[in-house]
């Protein structure tokens, strides 16, 4: 038998835990036997999970609510004093987001909180103007989302953590808000930069030869585009190459352009110095005039990239930061995505208490063949899209195993390709959207997966600006 003095050297974490286990075990004996146990917050969820007591508590199909802040104000009783407060300092502070209101009151002397005890305004995020006199108060009004969570799998993750065995995976039971999967890419990326001159590039033969294909298109540039610039060719759906304006940037952050609505021609300029042939091939790499140029899958360039380690999309899923702050370039080609500086980060405003509890785990997403070598890539993720296997989608089982809510829903795997009104989701409102998968359609460099509003699981360009559908896991 051990000592129980042992207790003091574990470490307060360590004997928190422990204690935490021993709860959850009664927990479990009096659910076990019928007990009416009622589940309070998420730190209680983690530990009943932690335990292996989850399928006790919970069903495949239950629905959590977690949590977003969407507003928060601040206003004071005495009209000649103002008051602002900051959201994310506000929020870390209180740890936690909801319907809330808190008050503050002044005494004369110094600020307090309702049970009476004083407060620092400036460790809460907030800020007074003006002399307040006593009696003043405070009223900090939160507003948050409640974003219903289908609990879709137990102990299906593999947690980063190796000490961690046990998992809770929930879902959105809506689509969240839209957002483009990977903007449209640069069509040429030049390490050492390229000065001003005349300049042309093909379209490879048997691509779109009704658009552009085969032809060569000419070009004069007045600006040297310095080393790690962009040229930026956005080549529309069905519109003809020599329509379309070239515009470079400095580097893949820039968002005011070099030079722009440089027009392109199938007339040739004497002299022009080619920089090559774009495809729907693998990245290139041609020397032009003793200087480096990268050249992008051509599709890619038009289209984006359903590379999804690399997208836009995961970036947002997984940050916590906000908006202006959530994309950063991964890909040399990378072009800011149109919601780089309107989307706060999914985590962002998330419910502090929820957020500590959810664990980063392992996720497998198959390669496409074109640029990527097929297979597939292993990631890291606290927060994350559907793969088409863990929706149990024939083909995909390097994916991982579909979850069992998937399973119950489907009765067992499906076909690609295939229509399933299980599939659909809606808006909070009720109406059926297309919403993201994480995978790619291995056969393309820029199709990414998606579910139509009929339920049929299909593809689109990852340019596109359709719905978000996470999922994180309780560890």
């Known amino acids: 038998m051990s000592d129980p003095i042992d207790k003091i050297f574990v470490g307060e974490d360590v004997f928190s835990e422990k204690m935490d286990n021993i709860a959850a075990a009664l927990l479990g004996v009096a659910a076990g036997q019928g007990g009416d146990i009622v589940v309070k917050s998420w730190k209680e969820i983690q530990m009943i999970v932690r335990m292996g007591l989850a399928r006790k508590f ?64 400036t460790a809460y995020g907030i800020s007074v103007t003006g002399t307040p006199t006593a009696n003043d108060k405070i009223v900090i009004h939160e507003t948050a989302d409640d974003i219903p969570m289908v609990v879709i799998g137990f102990d299906q993750e593999t947690p980063v953590d ?85 515009s470079t940037y400095a580097s893949a952050t820039a968002t005011s352009a070099t030079e722009s609505n440089v027009s392109v021609s199938t007339t040739e300029i004497a002299g022009a110095t080619s920089l090559g042939t774009i495809a729907n091939s693998t990245i290139q790499t041609v020397t032009v005039a003793s200087k480096t140029v990268k050249i992008n899958n051509v599709e890619r360039a ?62 497998k997403t198959v390669l496409n063949s074109v640029t990527d ?5 292993t990631t890291n993720e606290k927060c994350w899209l559907m793969a088409m296997g863990e929706m149990g989608v024939s083909g995909f089982s390097s994916e991982g195993s579909q979850y069992e809510f998937y399973n119950k829903l489907l009765g067992g795997t499906i ?38 509003t009929s339920g049929y699981v299909s593809h689109s360009d990852a340019g596109g600006g359709y719905q978000a559908v996470v999922g994180f896991a309780i560890i």
């Open 373 to 377: 070598g097929g297979s597939y890539v």
């Open 58 to 121: 919970f069903s495949i199909g239950d629905i959590i609510y977690a949590e977003k802040e969407s507003a928060i104000s601040a206003s004071c009783s005495n009209g000649s004093v103002s008051v602002s407060v900051n959201a994310e300092t506000f929020i870390a502070a209180i740890g936690e987001a909801g319907n809330l209101d808190y008050e503050a009151t002044y005494d004369g002397i110094e600020w307090h909180k309702e049970n009476g005890d004083p407060v620092n305004l």
């Open 302 to 363: 038009r289209y984006g990239s359903n590379n999804w380690e690399n997208s836009a999309i995961r970036q947002w899923c997984n940050s916590s930061a906000k908006k202006g702050s959530v994309w950063a370039p991964k890909d040399i080609f990378d072009r800011p995505p149109s919601w780089a500086s309107t989307l706060d980060g999914f985590m962002y405003g998330l419910d502090p208490e929820l957020v500590s509890c959810i664990g980063e785990v392992k996720k």
């Open 162 to 246: 190796s000490t961690r065995t046990h998992s809770m995976s929930l879902l959105m039971l809506n689509t969240f808000t839209g957002v483009v999967f990977c903007g449209t890419q640069a069509l040429m990326q030049f390490p050492d930069g390229l000065p001003a001159g005349n300049y042309c590039f093909s379209i490879a033969s048997g691509y779109q030869n009704s658009y552009g294909g085969g032809s060569t298109l000419y070009f004069t540039l007045a600006q040297d585009i310095p080393a790690g610039g962009q040229l930026y060719f956005p080549w529309g759906y069905n519109t003809q190459a020599s329509a379309t304006k070239i």
């Open 415 to 452: 076909a690609d390709w295939s229509t399933h009104t299980e599939l659909i989701k809606t808006n909070k409102a009720g109406s059926a959207q297309y919403w993201w998968l994480r995978s790619p359609n291995t056969g393309y460099a820029y199709y990414a997966r998606l579910v139509y």
